[in-house]
């Protein structure tokens, strides 16, 4: 088993930055990509960005360009770097984790196998 722990998120104003992180614990040596996805109320979960085990990154092009999703092998914890946050920006957003090694990153969330509670991000116009 793996376990997903994300920072507590927080509130900024448009234009503003946060950073979240997730720190994964247990069986990590098992996860290929990690990934972020965010869910608007009433929706479904969508990706964000993930990162791969060798480094590799993608990202939604609703947030290229502002958002790097990075990792700290030693430390087990990927980090989303968001700036340029805009008032859509604000939902929640979980971390999760993926056995696989699907290629491309998945995308969909019902690829990933594990999840973190999930954590809100706010930005006030």
């Known amino acids: 088993q793996v376990q997903l722990v994300e920072s507590v998120g927080g509130s900024v104003q448009a234009g503003g930055s946060l950073r979240l992180s997730c720190a994964a614990s247990g069986y990590t040596y098992s996860i290929y990509w990690m990934a972020w996805f965010r869910q608007p109320p009433g929706m479904e979960r969508e990706f964000v960005s993930g990162?791969?085990?060798?480094?590799?990154?993608d990202y939604a092009d609703s947030v290229k360009g502002r958002f790097t999703i990075s990792q700290d092998t030693a430390k087990n914890t990927v980090y989303l770097q968001m700036n340029s946050l805009k008032p859509e920006d604000a939902v929640m957003y979980y971390c999760a984790a993926e056995k696989a090694g699907r290629w491309p990153v998945p995308r969909n969330a019902n690829e990933y196998n594990y999840w973190g509670q999930g954590t809100q991000v706010t930005v006030s116009s």
């Open positions: 990162i791969g085990r060798d480094g590799w990154t």
